[in-house]
């Protein structure tokens, strides 16, 4: 199961970087996205990346602004968060899918099977 790290509250402008790690024997063939969720809102994509890390998507809302990013020897997938605005106050979650195709990124939270508890992220004005 993943294990989110690094929410935490800053000025709108700011930045912060989150983490989730996923056991070693099963990282490499996982593609890993990044979700959040509003109060009172569905959940939402974020960002993707491939288990090999080749290919990323991010969401239109964050592009140019929030990085992806994956460390195959650690174990860790990251998300860069920067000039952050009111508008991403959420919990962000990490989830993971098993997939072979080492280019492939996946958006659909429908389509990940292993999902993180979530960790609060608060940027205020």
């Known amino acids: 199961q993943p294990v989110e790290f690094g929410g935490g509250s800053v000025q709108a402008g700011g930045s912060l970087k989150l983490s989730c790690v996923l056991s070693r024997g099963t990282f490499k063939t996982y593609a890993m996205g990044w979700f959040r969720q509003a109060p009172g809102k569905d959940r939402e994509f974020v960002a993707a990346?491939?288990?090999?890390?080749?290919?990323?998507h991010v969401a239109d809302s964050v592009k140019g602004r929030f990085t992806i990013s994956r460390d195959l020897d650690s174990g860790v997938v990251y998300l860069q968060m920067d000039v952050l605005e009111p508008a991403d106050t959420a919990v962000y979650y990490c989830?993971?899918?098993?997939?072979?195709?080492?280019?492939?990124?996946?958006?659909?939270?429908?389509?990940?099977?292993?999902w993180g508890q979530g960790t609060q992220v608060t940027a205020s004005s």
């Open positions: 990346i491939s288990w090999s890390g080749s290919n990323t």
């Open positions: 989830a993971a899918t098993a997939r072979s195709e080492d280019s492939l990124v996946v958006v659909s939270p429908q389509e990940y099977e292993l």
